[in-house]
Protein backbone atom coordinates (compact mmCIF):
# COMPACT_ATOMS: atom_id res chain seq x y z
CA UNK A 1 0.00 0.00 0.00
CA UNK A 2 2.63 2.50 0.81
CA UNK A 3 4.55 1.66 -1.96
CA UNK A 4 1.54 2.41 -4.59
CA UNK A 5 1.30 5.77 -2.63
CA UNK A 6 4.48 6.53 -2.89
CA UNK A 7 4.56 5.38 -7.39
CA UNK A 8 1.28 7.91 -7.49
CA UNK A 9 2.37 10.63 -5.65
CA UNK A 10 5.96 10.35 -8.03
CA UNK A 11 3.44 10.19 -10.90
CA UNK A 12 1.17 13.47 -10.12
CA UNK A 13 4.85 15.01 -9.41
CA UNK A 14 6.07 14.30 -13.28
CA UNK A 15 2.86 15.27 -14.37
CA UNK A 16 3.03 18.28 -12.66
CA UNK A 17 6.25 19.12 -14.18
CA UNK A 18 5.20 18.67 -17.71
CA UNK A 19 2.40 20.36 -17.39
CA UNK A 20 4.37 23.53 -15.88
CA UNK A 21 6.50 22.71 -18.84
CA UNK A 22 4.52 22.61 -21.12
CA UNK A 23 2.60 26.10 -20.18
CA UNK A 24 6.26 27.79 -19.78
CA UNK A 25 7.10 27.08 -23.52
CA UNK A 26 3.97 28.11 -24.64
CA UNK A 27 3.99 31.42 -22.64
CA UNK A 28 7.46 31.56 -24.52
CA UNK A 29 6.03 30.99 -27.79
CA UNK A 30 3.62 33.49 -27.62
CA UNK A 31 5.39 36.11 -26.17
CA UNK A 32 8.04 35.82 -28.91
CA UNK A 33 4.93 36.41 -31.03
CA UNK A 34 4.17 39.59 -29.97
CA UNK A 35 7.38 40.81 -30.08
CA UNK A 36 7.41 40.09 -33.53
CA UNK A 37 3.95 41.41 -34.42
CA UNK A 38 3.43 43.96 -31.36
CA UNK A 39 -0.26 44.95 -29.93
CA UNK A 40 -1.25 48.29 -29.51
CA UNK A 41 0.41 50.27 -26.54
CA UNK A 42 -3.23 50.11 -24.64
CA UNK A 43 -6.48 51.45 -24.76
CA UNK A 44 -8.27 54.07 -22.46
CA UNK A 45 -11.22 52.91 -20.91
CA UNK A 46 -14.01 55.27 -19.48
CA UNK A 47 -16.52 54.55 -17.00
CA UNK A 48 -19.45 57.37 -15.95
CA UNK A 49 -19.75 57.17 -12.62
CA UNK A 50 -22.87 58.98 -12.41
CA UNK A 51 -24.48 55.83 -14.04
CA UNK A 52 -22.74 53.67 -11.99
CA UNK A 53 -23.37 55.03 -8.25
CA UNK A 54 -26.99 55.39 -9.68
CA UNK A 55 -26.88 51.93 -10.53
CA UNK A 56 -25.82 50.88 -7.40
CA UNK A 57 -28.24 52.76 -5.69
CA UNK A 58 -31.40 51.08 -7.39
CA UNK A 59 -29.59 47.49 -6.73
CA UNK A 60 -29.65 48.35 -2.88
CA UNK A 61 -33.24 50.09 -2.83
CA UNK A 62 -34.86 46.89 -4.97
CA UNK A 63 -33.42 44.79 -2.07
CA UNK A 64 -34.15 46.65 0.77
CA UNK A 65 -38.13 48.33 -0.26
CA UNK A 66 -41.02 46.46 -0.96
CA UNK A 67 -42.28 46.61 -4.48
CA UNK A 68 -44.58 49.13 -3.69
CA UNK A 69 -41.88 51.39 -2.05
CA UNK A 70 -39.64 50.72 -5.13
CA UNK A 71 -42.34 52.03 -7.58
CA UNK A 72 -43.21 54.62 -6.24
CA UNK A 73 -39.35 55.66 -5.35
CA UNK A 74 -38.44 55.15 -9.53
CA UNK A 75 -41.90 57.29 -10.18
CA UNK A 76 -40.46 60.00 -8.00
CA UNK A 77 -37.09 59.75 -9.28
CA UNK A 78 -38.39 60.07 -13.24
CA UNK A 79 -40.64 62.95 -12.28
CA UNK A 80 -37.51 64.51 -10.75
CA UNK A 81 -35.33 64.07 -13.90
CA UNK A 82 -38.07 65.27 -15.92
CA UNK A 83 -38.24 68.26 -14.01
CA UNK A 84 -34.69 69.23 -13.63
CA UNK A 85 -34.39 68.84 -17.65
CA UNK A 86 -37.32 71.19 -18.00
CA UNK A 87 -35.28 73.37 -15.90
CA UNK A 88 -32.13 72.89 -18.26
CA UNK A 89 -33.86 73.82 -20.88
CA UNK A 90 -35.35 76.69 -20.19
CA UNK A 91 -32.09 78.36 -18.67
CA UNK A 92 -30.54 77.32 -21.78
CA UNK A 93 -33.10 78.88 -24.09
CA UNK A 94 -33.02 81.79 -21.73
CA UNK A 95 -29.37 82.08 -22.48
CA UNK A 96 -29.11 81.65 -26.19
CA UNK A 97 -32.56 84.34 -26.60
CA UNK A 98 -29.90 86.60 -24.28
CA UNK A 99 -27.14 86.38 -27.19
CA UNK A 100 -28.69 86.86 -29.85
CA UNK A 101 -30.24 89.90 -28.44
CA UNK A 102 -26.68 91.60 -27.22
CA UNK A 103 -25.09 90.42 -30.07
CA UNK A 104 -24.25 92.80 -33.49
CA UNK A 105 -24.60 91.82 -36.89
CA UNK A 106 -20.55 91.55 -37.07
CA UNK A 107 -19.76 89.60 -34.09
CA UNK A 108 -22.87 87.16 -34.48
CA UNK A 109 -20.39 84.20 -35.76
CA UNK A 110 -18.28 84.57 -32.66
CA UNK A 111 -21.33 84.44 -30.62
CA UNK A 112 -21.90 81.59 -31.67
CA UNK A 113 -19.43 79.94 -31.00
CA UNK A 114 -19.53 80.97 -27.71
CA UNK A 115 -23.03 79.64 -27.30
CA UNK A 116 -23.31 77.29 -24.32
CA UNK A 117 -23.83 74.16 -25.67
CA UNK A 118 -26.49 71.61 -24.55
CA UNK A 119 -24.01 69.09 -22.86
CA UNK A 120 -23.33 69.26 -19.05
CA UNK A 121 -20.28 70.32 -17.52
CA UNK A 122 -17.64 67.12 -16.74
CA UNK A 123 -15.24 66.11 -14.33
CA UNK A 124 -12.88 63.62 -15.36
CA UNK A 125 -11.38 61.69 -12.87
CA UNK A 126 -8.04 59.84 -12.81
CA UNK A 127 -6.14 57.76 -10.36
CA UNK A 128 -2.69 58.01 -9.53
CA UNK A 129 -0.94 54.66 -7.03
CA UNK A 130 2.33 56.13 -6.56
CA UNK A 131 5.93 53.78 -5.79
CA UNK A 132 9.26 54.73 -5.63
CA UNK A 133 9.46 55.24 -9.38
CA UNK A 134 6.54 56.70 -9.89
CA UNK A 135 5.35 54.08 -12.19
CA UNK A 136 1.70 55.46 -12.69
CA UNK A 137 3.14 58.25 -14.57
CA UNK A 138 3.66 56.49 -17.86
CA UNK A 139 -0.55 55.38 -17.93
CA UNK A 140 -1.31 59.48 -16.63
CA UNK A 141 0.60 61.06 -19.05
CA UNK A 142 -1.92 59.16 -21.39
CA UNK A 143 -5.09 59.72 -19.64
CA UNK A 144 -4.15 63.72 -19.54
CA UNK A 145 -3.66 63.78 -22.82
CA UNK A 146 -7.10 61.91 -24.25
CA UNK A 147 -8.64 64.41 -21.28
CA UNK A 148 -7.05 67.10 -22.75
CA UNK A 149 -7.96 66.52 -26.37
CA UNK A 150 -11.79 66.34 -25.87
CA UNK A 151 -12.58 68.09 -22.82
CA UNK A 152 -14.22 71.31 -23.12
CA UNK A 153 -14.58 74.96 -21.65
CA UNK A 154 -15.46 74.69 -18.11
CA UNK A 155 -14.48 71.02 -17.77
CA UNK A 156 -12.75 69.79 -15.00
CA UNK A 157 -10.00 67.31 -13.77
CA UNK A 158 -9.88 65.39 -10.78
CA UNK A 159 -7.02 63.20 -9.47
CA UNK A 160 -7.15 60.60 -6.72
CA UNK A 161 -3.58 60.71 -5.41
CA UNK A 162 -2.21 58.18 -3.23
CA UNK A 163 1.97 58.44 -2.72
CA UNK A 164 4.25 58.39 -0.16
CA UNK A 165 7.26 59.98 -2.29
CA UNK A 166 9.97 58.30 -4.20
CA UNK A 167 12.49 59.60 -6.67
CA UNK A 168 13.06 62.98 -7.55
CA UNK A 169 13.35 63.50 -10.89
CA UNK A 170 9.97 60.62 -11.22
CA UNK A 171 8.35 62.71 -9.69
CA UNK A 172 9.06 65.65 -10.79
CA UNK A 173 8.16 64.26 -14.21
CA UNK A 174 4.10 63.04 -12.45
CA UNK A 175 3.98 66.74 -11.78
CA UNK A 176 4.95 68.30 -14.53
CA UNK A 177 1.63 66.30 -16.24
CA UNK A 178 -0.61 67.89 -13.67
CA UNK A 179 0.86 70.88 -14.47
CA UNK A 180 -0.39 70.55 -18.07
CA UNK A 181 -3.95 70.81 -17.13
CA UNK A 182 -3.42 73.77 -15.74
CA UNK A 183 -1.85 75.42 -17.95
CA UNK A 184 -4.51 74.56 -20.64
CA UNK A 185 -6.96 76.10 -18.58
CA UNK A 186 -8.55 73.56 -16.61
CA UNK A 187 -9.51 73.41 -12.83
CA UNK A 188 -7.40 70.59 -11.23
CA UNK A 189 -8.40 69.21 -8.15
CA UNK A 190 -6.27 66.72 -5.65
CA UNK A 191 -8.27 64.34 -3.39
CA UNK A 192 -6.02 62.84 -1.04
CA UNK A 193 -7.38 60.18 0.81
CA UNK A 194 -4.83 58.22 2.24
CA UNK A 195 -1.29 60.09 1.86
CA UNK A 196 0.46 62.46 -0.28
CA UNK A 197 3.90 62.81 1.12
CA UNK A 198 7.29 64.03 -0.02
CA UNK A 199 7.01 63.72 -4.03
CA UNK A 200 3.15 63.09 -3.78
CA UNK A 201 2.63 67.01 -2.18
CA UNK A 202 5.13 67.74 -4.93
CA UNK A 203 2.29 66.56 -7.06
CA UNK A 204 -0.60 67.68 -4.95
CA UNK A 205 0.70 71.47 -4.76
CA UNK A 206 0.05 71.69 -8.35
CA UNK A 207 -3.59 71.64 -8.28
CA UNK A 208 -5.83 74.57 -7.53
CA UNK A 209 -7.57 72.94 -4.95
CA UNK A 210 -6.38 70.38 -2.23
CA UNK A 211 -8.77 67.96 0.05
CA UNK A 212 -7.83 65.24 2.34
CA UNK A 213 -9.10 63.20 4.63
CA UNK A 214 -8.63 64.32 8.14
CA UNK A 215 -6.08 61.19 8.53
CA UNK A 216 -4.53 61.57 5.33
CA UNK A 217 -0.80 61.68 5.67
CA UNK A 218 0.55 65.36 3.87
CA UNK A 219 3.93 67.24 4.06
CA UNK A 220 7.15 65.58 4.36
CA UNK A 221 8.83 68.65 2.57
CA UNK A 222 12.35 67.41 2.59
CA UNK A 223 15.24 65.26 0.47
CA UNK A 224 16.47 61.85 2.21
CA UNK A 225 19.56 59.43 0.50
CA UNK A 226 20.84 56.82 2.27
CA UNK A 227 23.62 53.84 1.20
CA UNK A 228 25.11 51.43 3.28
CA UNK A 229 29.16 51.27 2.82
CA UNK A 230 30.57 47.62 2.92
CA UNK A 231 34.42 48.87 2.41
CA UNK A 232 35.81 47.72 5.76
CA UNK A 233 33.99 44.30 5.31
CA UNK A 234 36.09 44.00 2.11
CA UNK A 235 38.96 44.52 3.64
CA UNK A 236 38.78 42.17 6.20
CA UNK A 237 38.19 39.66 3.68
CA UNK A 238 41.24 40.89 1.83
CA UNK A 239 39.41 42.08 -1.70
CA UNK A 240 40.80 44.76 -3.16
CA UNK A 241 38.32 47.23 -4.63
CA UNK A 242 38.93 49.95 -7.39
CA UNK A 243 37.07 52.77 -8.71
CA UNK A 244 38.19 55.31 -11.54
CA UNK A 245 36.50 58.58 -12.10
CA UNK A 246 37.21 61.51 -14.35
CA UNK A 247 35.78 64.49 -12.83
CA UNK A 248 36.00 65.42 -9.00
CA UNK A 249 32.50 64.97 -8.41
CA UNK A 250 31.48 62.05 -10.32
CA UNK A 251 31.14 59.53 -7.53
CA UNK A 252 30.75 61.46 -4.39
CA UNK A 253 30.18 58.51 -2.01
CA UNK A 254 30.46 55.03 -3.04
CA UNK A 255 29.25 51.39 -1.37
CA UNK A 256 32.73 49.45 -1.69
CA UNK A 257 34.86 52.33 -2.02
CA UNK A 258 36.25 54.49 1.22
CA UNK A 259 34.60 57.49 1.32
CA UNK A 260 35.88 60.51 1.88
CA UNK A 261 35.00 63.62 3.83
CA UNK A 262 34.92 65.94 1.07
CA UNK A 263 32.77 63.69 -0.91
CA UNK A 264 30.04 63.31 1.74
CA UNK A 265 30.26 67.22 1.98
CA UNK A 266 29.65 67.79 -1.91
CA UNK A 267 26.52 64.76 -1.16
CA UNK A 268 25.23 66.73 1.16
CA UNK A 269 24.82 69.81 -0.18
CA UNK A 270 23.33 68.52 -3.50
CA UNK A 271 20.52 66.81 -0.90
CA UNK A 272 20.44 70.84 0.25
CA UNK A 273 20.36 72.27 -3.42
CA UNK A 274 17.47 69.47 -4.50
CA UNK A 275 15.51 70.64 -1.62
CA UNK A 276 16.09 74.29 -2.14
CA UNK A 277 14.56 73.21 -5.84
CA UNK A 278 11.78 71.35 -4.06
CA UNK A 279 10.84 74.09 -1.90
CA UNK A 280 10.81 76.57 -4.73
CA UNK A 281 8.21 74.89 -6.84
CA UNK A 282 5.98 74.56 -3.91
CA UNK A 283 6.53 78.53 -3.66
CA UNK A 284 5.66 79.03 -6.86
CA UNK A 285 2.28 76.87 -6.74
CA UNK A 286 1.24 77.66 -2.69
CA UNK A 287 3.08 81.05 -2.11
CA UNK A 288 0.73 81.46 0.95
CA UNK A 289 2.58 78.74 2.43
CA UNK A 290 4.76 79.68 5.73
CA UNK A 291 7.97 77.36 4.39
CA UNK A 292 10.30 77.86 7.50
CA UNK A 293 7.53 75.70 9.22
CA UNK A 294 6.51 73.11 6.66
CA UNK A 295 9.43 72.49 4.82
CA UNK A 296 11.29 70.74 7.56
CA UNK A 297 10.77 67.17 6.67
CA UNK A 298 7.93 66.58 9.08
CA UNK A 299 4.37 64.87 7.71
CA UNK A 300 1.19 66.09 9.60
CA UNK A 301 -2.67 64.53 9.34
CA UNK A 302 -5.22 66.29 7.70
CA UNK A 303 -6.93 68.07 10.21
CA UNK A 304 -3.47 69.72 11.31
CA UNK A 305 -2.04 69.72 7.74
CA UNK A 306 -4.99 72.08 7.07
CA UNK A 307 -4.13 74.34 9.89
CA UNK A 308 -0.90 74.74 8.43
CA UNK A 309 -2.63 75.55 4.90
CA UNK A 310 -0.79 72.46 3.08
CA UNK A 311 -4.72 71.85 1.90
CA UNK A 312 -7.81 73.68 1.45
CA UNK A 313 -10.17 71.64 2.68
CA UNK A 314 -10.80 68.42 4.67
CA UNK A 315 -12.71 65.65 3.32
CA UNK A 316 -13.00 62.49 0.37
CA UNK A 317 -12.56 61.52 -2.82
CA UNK A 318 -16.23 60.08 -2.52
CA UNK A 319 -17.30 62.97 -1.26
CA UNK A 320 -16.51 65.68 -3.99
CA UNK A 321 -17.59 62.85 -6.94
CA UNK A 322 -21.16 62.70 -5.23
CA UNK A 323 -20.92 66.92 -4.62
CA UNK A 324 -19.68 67.22 -8.86
CA UNK A 325 -22.55 64.63 -9.52
CA UNK A 326 -25.63 67.79 -8.33
CA UNK A 327 -24.69 69.63 -11.15
CA UNK A 328 -22.14 67.66 -13.39
CA UNK A 329 -21.39 64.58 -15.19
CA UNK A 330 -18.34 62.40 -13.67
CA UNK A 331 -16.21 60.31 -15.58
CA UNK A 332 -13.05 58.29 -14.62
CA UNK A 333 -10.46 57.61 -16.98
CA UNK A 334 -7.88 54.64 -17.19
CA UNK A 335 -5.42 53.95 -19.31
CA UNK A 336 -4.62 50.15 -19.43
CA UNK A 337 -1.90 48.12 -21.45
CA UNK A 338 -2.63 44.76 -22.48
CA UNK A 339 0.14 42.53 -20.65
CA UNK A 340 1.62 39.59 -22.75
CA UNK A 341 0.46 36.17 -20.90
CA UNK A 342 3.92 35.27 -20.02
CA UNK A 343 3.53 38.40 -17.92
CA UNK A 344 -0.16 37.87 -16.84
CA UNK A 345 0.91 34.33 -15.44
CA UNK A 346 3.67 35.87 -13.38
CA UNK A 347 1.98 38.37 -12.09
CA UNK A 348 -0.76 35.76 -11.06
CA UNK A 349 1.61 33.32 -9.85
CA UNK A 350 3.01 35.85 -7.34
CA UNK A 351 -0.36 37.00 -6.24
CA UNK A 352 -1.10 33.46 -5.55
CA UNK A 353 2.41 32.97 -3.81
CA UNK A 354 1.62 36.01 -1.64
CA UNK A 355 -2.10 35.11 -0.64
CA UNK A 356 -1.28 32.07 0.97
CA UNK A 357 1.32 33.39 2.73
CA UNK A 358 -0.79 35.88 4.31
CA UNK A 359 -2.84 33.24 4.72
CA UNK A 360 -0.58 31.39 6.90
CA UNK A 361 0.66 34.21 8.75
CA UNK A 362 -2.33 34.83 9.81
CA UNK A 363 -3.20 31.37 10.50
CA UNK A 364 -0.17 30.79 12.68
CA UNK A 365 -0.72 34.40 14.38
CA UNK A 366 -4.28 33.22 15.60
CA UNK A 367 -2.74 29.93 17.08
CA UNK A 368 -0.73 32.25 19.17
CA UNK A 369 -3.23 33.66 20.09
CA UNK A 370 -5.27 31.33 21.41
CA UNK A 371 -2.86 29.60 22.88
Known amino acids: MIEF ?68 ALKQEKEDDKKRDKEEKQQLKAQKKATKQSASD ?15 TRVYVIDFDGDIEASDVESMREEITAILSAANKGDEVMVRLKS ?21 GYKLTIAVDEVAASGGYMMACVGDNITAAPFAIIGSIGVVAELPNFNRLLKKANVDYEQHTAGDYKRTLTMFGENTSHGRDKFKEDLEDTHQLFKSFINQNRPQLDLDTVATGEHWYGTK ?20 LDDKEVYAVKYTIKKPISERLSVSLTRG ?15 DLFK
Open 305 to 324: AKELGLIDELGTSDDLIVKA
Open 164 to 184: PGGMVHSYGLAASQLQRIRQA
Open 5 to 72: IAEYGLFLLKTATIIIGIIVILAMIINAGHRQHPVSRGEIKVTNLGETIKDHSQTIKNEVMSKHQYKQ
Open 106 to 120: SSSEKSDQETPSEDK
Open 353 to 367: VEKLLTKLIHRSSRQ
